[in-house]
């Protein structure tokens, strides 16, 4: 199996892997009430499919986006430019235009 697509899959059963841990999170932290909501309806198993098939996604994708990223090579040296130092030049601006009075508008 090539080395990119042994990375794909990696990073999806990692991603799978953390939604299943997330979902669990949810569950015994009870927020906003998933869990009296997932363990109280009878179509709950649903529920809980869907919430890790759908951040399992999510979470796949980062996880290969970050492996992916991490690939790259490192860059140390710099590249390009001249490296001029810019060289500040005062400029005089006449003000236009009328003033306005204190008080008044």
Do not use: W
Not at 11 to 32: E, N, Q, R
């Amino acid at each position: 199996m090539p080395r990119l697509i042994r990375l794909y899959v990696a990073s999806i059963a990692t991603g799978f892997a953390l939604s299943l841990v997330f979902l669990g999170a949810v569950l015994a932290m009870d927020v906003a009430g998933l869990r009296g909501l997932i363990l109280g309806s009878s179509s709950g198993l649903v529920a809980a499919v869907m919430l890790v098939v759908f951040n399992g996604i999510v979470f796949s994708g980062v996880q290969f986006a970050i492996a992916i990223s991490r690939l790259a090579e490192d860059d140390d040296a710099p590249r390009g430019g001249l490296r001029q130092h810019l060289v500040p030049i005062p400029v005089r601006v006449e003000a236009r235009g009328k003033q306005l009075r204190r008080g008044r508008r």
